[in-house]
């Protein structure tokens, strides 16, 4: 569906086709496991694209499921990367742009699979949303390196890594000292050795990921990137509110080249408001370093703002923090659903690079450690809060503990088929094209002319509605997928009735008939 064709999505619903239901005494939702287990024989997950510029080194884990041991090889592999054939992590450098299509294989004693694939090296990085893993939403200050590696070591027993989940990063709180050959911010005692670190994830085919701020002092009070003083001098005050402001000497520059040599592969850079001077001054810091390394802008980045800071980060925050809550009032200004439902003027500005970052997810037990408890939202709204990112083709960022990851978290972080959508090559976000009463109907234009209808109740009852699959130009006959349960609905022509039960979501991709909707 061309991109054309969504904004005549009001045409979607007619009044006299809306048919609502109401649900008498329902019974208490339950965690209902949608998705059925990836079968025995391989299956080659995650995206179809990987970017990475000249001269930088190069990493990237094949993620496939399927019974193990496993086997990699891969057809076309450029001169300069080579490939573990045990692990499937392909390591090296590429020293000049280009475009390469490879195609990679797994096989196993159930069967063998195959996936062609794209390495893109060039000045663009992030060519698909990030996945991974960060530690503020579980740990906040209590994390330390331990905690960090016990997480990287999780993300690859768990099967997470073999579904693209691949970023593994420090929030705040990290921060020491300044020192070191480049007299840069230093771990503290909670990081006694970032190197063996950073090391030890990329041993595994993960990246590393940190935090910092332009700041003097960051948002939790830890040393930040700046100072009034030009030998970097810092104190920590218990009022630090006053130091949550941009210092007179700046050391970007050698705080990115640390990063550099420890080996990290994600900052995230926390300051309000994001400005284009710093931003544009990190960014050319970590360019510097000869490493790809992403740069996402936090928090609540100013929309005005954003072509300009586009040219330099990777991926900014178009909000404030997430909670672990559906409503809005109160406190939970930043619910899921305030947070989700609220990113139309940002659609424009997301693709390939260059992402709309909508915050964590707020799954598993979270709760800012060491005290966590099980997310407050139902089993239904979790299903919609990942729809709903990937959708928007949004950054994934787990921020539960990887340690107490129950069945149906595992389940719903491991679909296969709805994280496509977020790493659809195209890197279109979804636009809401039709409300009708409690129903939001939201369309993503994919790769090869297939599209995405998620149909979103906001709710307290279960709907009906009739989609006229005609009036927004999907003439001809449609094969319909049900991605949360990896099963075909049927073919559709003209209408497609939907029922979407109290605050949850229908997640359909739409693919010509004939054509495989896998």
Not at 297 to 320: D, K
Request: hydrophobic letters at 40%; a negative charge; proline letters at 6%.
């Amino acid at each position: 569906m061309s991109s054309s064709h969504l904004w005549h999505f009001a045409a979607l619903f007619l009044p006299g086709l809306l048919l609502c239901g109401v649900a008498c005494g329902s019974e208490p939702e339950t965690a209902e496991i949608r998705t059925p287990p990836p079968p025995a024989v391989p299956r080659i997950n995650g995206p179809a694209l990987f970017g990475v510029r000249p001269g930088a080194p190069f990493s990237y884990r094949i993620p496939a499921t399927g019974e193990r041991p496993m086997t990699y090889a891969v057809d076309g592999l450029p001169a300069g990367l080579l490939l573990d054939s045990g692990s499937g992590i392909i390591t090296g450098k590429l020293t000049a742009a280009g475009e390469h299509a490879i195609v990679f294989h797994a096989r196993n004693a159930k069967g063998h699979a195959e996936k062609r694939f794209r390495i893109v090296c060039g000045e663009q990085i992030a060519l698909t949303p990030p996945m991974g893993w960060n530690s503020w939403n579980c740990w906040a200050q209590a994390v330390d390196q331990d905690k960090v590696l016990l997480s990287a070591r999780t993300l690859v027993s768990s099967g997470l890594a073999d579904h693209g989940w691949t970023y593994v990063n420090i929030d705040d709180t990290w921060q020491g000292e300044r020192g070191g050959s480049h007299r840069a911010i230093q771990g503290n005692e909670r990081f006694p050795d970032m190197k063996r670190l950073c090391d030890e994830i990329h041993a595994l085919g993960l990246k590393a990921g940190i935090y910092s701020s332009p700041w003097i002092t960051t948002f939790a009070g830890y040393r930040g990137g700046s100072s009034d003083d030009p030998g970097g001098k810092w104190e920590r005050l218990q009022n630090y509110e006053p130091n949550k402001r941009l210092g007179r000497c700046s050391f970007a520059a050698n705080d990115a080249a640390q990063l550099g040599d420890w080996g990290f592969d994600y900052l995230k850079y926390d300051w309000a408001p994001n400005d284009v001077e710093h931003t544009k001054e990190m960014a050319l810091a970590l360019r510097a370093t000869g490493r790809d390394i992403v740069l996402s802008l936090s928090c609540s980045t100013p929309i005005e703002s954003i072509h300009e800071l586009a040219q330099w980060a990777q991926a900014w925050r178009t909000t404030g923090d997430i909670w672990d809550t559906w409503e809005t009032p109160g406190p939970w200004q930043n619910s899921v659903s305030a947070i989700g439902f609220n990113q139309d003027e940002w659609t424009t500005f997301g693709g390939p690079g260059h992402w709309n970052d909508p915050d964590m997810l707020v799954l598993g037990y979270v709760g800012w450690g060491p005290q966590l408890h099980s997310t407050r939202l139902t089993p239904a709204e979790q299903y919609t809060h990942i729809s709903m990112w990937c959708l928007l083709s949004a950054p994934l960022l787990i921020g539960c503990d990887l340690g107490r990851l129950d069945a149906f978290t595992l389940n719903l972080l491991t679909n296969d088929e709805v994280l496509a959508l977020d790493q659809d090559p195209l890197g279109r976000s979804a636009y809401r094209v039709a409300t009708f009463g409690a129903i939001d109907v939201y369309a993503k234009t994919l790769e090869g002319g297939a599209s995405a209808l998620g149909f979103f109740n906001r709710g307290d009852v279960p709907h009906t509605v009739t989609a006229k699959l005609d009036r927004i130009g999907l003439g001809g006959r449609w094969l319909v997928r049900d991605l949360w349960r990896q099963k075909d609905v049927g073919e559709f022509a003209i209408d497609l009735p939907v029922t979407v039960a109290p605050h949850d979501v229908v997640l359909y991709k739409l693919t010509a008939a004939g054509i495989s909707s896998r």
